[in-house]
């Protein structure tokens, strides 16, 4: 497994941010506030994989692109950046040596905290 750091997602962060599409809860609120698979599996239907891909920081090249296991460390609701999510992925990207990911996560929490 060959996790990186998915650019297009931490781009389309931060423009949600940017525009206010932004959910500030607590930290621990992301195991409440994630989508369901059964919300994933609707967006996907609707949106597309490449919509669902720009939601995740994390992407694993060696995975079918059309399949859930090629995303990981998501960071909002398919419509808003949630903080309590960014500070979780931002924590599991450091426990697994994920540390270009967990950066980005920083900063993105940076912006976050900004406004």
């Known amino acids: ?7 297009t997602a931490l781009r ?5 941010v940017r525009e206010g599409d932004l959910v500030q809860d607590e930290r621990d609120a992301w195991s409440e506030d994630a989508p369901t698979a059964d919300e994933e599996n609707a967006f ?7 919509e669902f ?3 995740h920081l994390g992407i694993d090249d060696d ?3 059309e399949t859930k296991a090629a995303y990981s460390f998501p960071y909002g609701d398919f419509r808003r950046v949630h903080r309590c999510a960014v500070i979780s992925l931002e924590s599991r990207a450091g426990q697994h040596d994920h540390d ?3 950066d980005a ?3 993105l ?4 905290d900004e406004g």
């Open 1 to 7: 497994m060959s996790i990186r750091l998915n650019e």
């Open 12 to 16: 389309h962060a931060r423009t949600l």
């Open 44 to 50: 996907i239907e609707r949106e597309g994989w490449t």
């Open 53 to 55: 891909r720009h939601w």
């Open 63 to 65: 995975a079918d692109e």
């Open 100 to 102: 270009e990911i967990r």
């Open 105 to 107: 996560a920083k900063r």
């Open 109 to 112: 929490l940076s912006l976050i």
